[in-house]
């Protein structure tokens, strides 16, 4: 449960930070690749905080809502 929780923090900072398409961001994917490679010496909850999120049941609340008024129209 706790890697879905930053999974979606993750997700969502990416997304505000370099747009809806961050995954084709270059600077994303080196921050992606810096956070791998210290990603063991933390807990998730560390991790999260250390990019600059806490790990909330909220953001997935908020993930399920938008993609189910989504899927209604």
Do not use: C, H, P
Request: aromatic letters at 12%; proline letters at 0%.
């Amino acid at each position: 449960m706790r890697a879905l929780l930053f999974a979606t923090g993750l997700r969502e900072y990416l997304r505000v930070r370099y747009g809806n398409r961050w995954w084709a961001a270059r600077k994303a994917g080196d921050e992606l690749i810096d956070l791998w490679n210290t990603a063991s010496r933390y807990s998730v909850a560390e991790l999260a905080r250390l990019v600059g999120f806490e790990i909330s049941f909220a953001l997935i609340a908020q993930l399920l809502q938008t993609t189910m008024n989504g899927a209604k129209q």
